[in-house]
């Protein structure tokens, strides 16, 4: 590893670019001002692309007729560093141990969307140009669901005109295991709120003649599953594609043993979920409703005897092949309507979606892709599907007609979205020879 690599790894990590909160609006932009700089000095051309929320960073290097056009798509904005105290070291001040960097994006996305520019920065340093005509295109907004890029992509359609998108954003099985994902779910997002008296009450003076909004919350959140963890919402797997006998056969030979690294990693007790399916087919290939945030009433010190005037939830649901987003917000919005308790009002409101994406592993780009990775980490690779989501994809498909190859560096440890996120340079160096190695393969 050059040294000069990773101090440009420390330097794009020291931004706090955390999308979702307004405090650190300029420090994003300054993030994507940096990333100019950079794919400037690289020899690319680059401009930073003003949206109503955050910027989108563009570059490309000079476009040549015969050539196929390539798109590397990757976000520089990152998860908020909460719990804060939880890190072992401060989140935007990046250290390196036992060949792990630690810091807040150094996973999802920084290391690797920044081996994508190093690769190219190689090349273009060895040979003077490219193999293919390439755009980079590294979005802001990617973590609270990508809200503005689908109106670039629209914009400049004509101009970036890619035959295949390139994104490393998932996950390897495991650490050394070259992984090409070709699907992942969608997401969708509703708030709820429960509001009952007009004030916060005295419990002693009220309780047993009004509802309490709170007791409402948790009954209604608890009709969302069965004790089998099967989601109870009438109609909610209609559309779900069953999955394939060689897709099963496949992951059935997947080798490591999934259970026991989720039970390690996660520290659970045991695991849980959906009773009739194994674990990468419950994440993989199964829908699920989560509940992200639960509050009200009292939360400070010690008891108050009070029955809190107002409770809220944050519910996500992930969603697979071929459930519709908004269908499901629809029939859940109904579900909880009728099971509302009697006393209370129930308020909700849809947030972010995110479609689901399935493609072909084995269609001519996937296989440029699995031979790509074969050479960069000498070993045959393993076709998954992720649990996670990257809303954008299904838009490259729609928008520019261009399916998504997904080449993933974060290891199973990675912490992404918690505290200690880490990135091993092991995968720096893994990330610059895939981007050599897949660019030749599609120039092929
Ligand atoms: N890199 C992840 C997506 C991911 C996670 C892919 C795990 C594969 C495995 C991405 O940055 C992310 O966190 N996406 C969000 C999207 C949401 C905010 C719309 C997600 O999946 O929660
Ligand atoms: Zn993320």
């Not at 670019?17 to 700089?37: P, R």
């Not at 697979?320 to 917000?329: L, R, T, W």
Request: proline fraction near 7%; glycine fraction near 10%.
């Amino acid at each position: 590893m050059r040294a000069s690599h990773l101090e440009d790894f420390y330097q794009f990590l020291r931004f706090p670019s955390v999308s979702t909160d307004d405090h650190y609006t300029e420090k994003v932009t300054e993030c994507g001002h940096w990333l100019v700089e950079k794919l400037t000095k690289i020899g690319l051309s680059a401009k930073l692309c003003p949206t109503p929320g955050h910027p989108v960073v563009w570059a490309h290097n000079k476009q040549q007729p015969g050539r196929h056009t390539v798109l590397i798509y990757g976000h520089y904005d990152v998860q908020p560093p909460d719990p804060v105290r939880l890190w072992d070291s401060p989140p935007f001040e990046p250290v390196l141990k036992n060949g792990y960097v630690f810091a807040r994006g150094a996973t999802d996305n920084k290391g690797q969307i920044l081996s994508h520019i190093l690769g190219v920065q190689e090349q273009i340093e060895a040979a003077g140009d490219l193999p293919v005509n390439l755009h980079f295109v590294i979005e802001g907004e990617e973590e609270i669901g990508s809200a503005n890029l689908g109106n670039f992509l629209s914009q400049n359609r004509k101009a970036l005109k890619p035959e295949i998108v390139v994104v490393s954003d998932t996950g390897m099985i495991s650490r050394g295991v070259p992984t090409m994902s070709y699907g992942l779910r969608g997401v969708a997002a509703l708030e709820l709120k429960i509001t009952g008296p007009k004030m916060d009450l005295h419990s002693g003076i009220y309780g047993g003649a009004v509802a309490n909004p709170l007791t409402a919350m948790a009954r209604l959140l608890a009709t969302l599953h069965d004790a089998n963890g099967h989601i109870t919402i009438p109609g909610f797997y209609d559309e779900v594609l069953p999955l394939e006998d060689w897709e099963r056969e496949m992951w059935r030979k997947i080798p490591v043993n999934v259970d026991e690294e989720i039970v390690k990693e996660t520290g659970v007790p045991e695991l849980f979920g959906e009773k009739g399916f194994s674990t990468l087919e419950r994440i993989w290939a199964r829908p699920t409703a989560e509940i992200n945030g639960f509050g009200g009433g009292y939360q400070g010190q010690g008891t108050k005897t009070v029955i809190g005037r107002e409770a809220m939830a944050k519910l996500t649901f992930r969603l697979v092949p071929n459930q519709n987003g908004d269908k499901i917000i629809a029939l859940v919005q109904e579900y909880l309507q009728k099971n509302c308790p009697p006393g209370v009002k129930l308020d909700m409101a849809a947030g972010h979606a995110g479609p689901w994406y399935l493609t072909d592993p084995h269609s001519q780009y996937g296989e440029a892709a699995q031979r790509a990775l074969k050479k960069a980490f000498e070993r045959d690779p393993v076709l998954i599907r992720e649990g996670g989501s990257i809303p954008i994809v299904s838009d490259f498909r729609d928008i520019l007609g261009a399916e998504t190859l997904l080449l993933g560096l974060a290891l199973p440890d990675c912490r992404a979205h918690s505290p200690n996120e880490n990135f091993p340079l092991e995968n720096l160096d893994a990330g610059i020879r895939i981007n050599k190695a897949v660019l030749q393969e599609i120039a092929a």
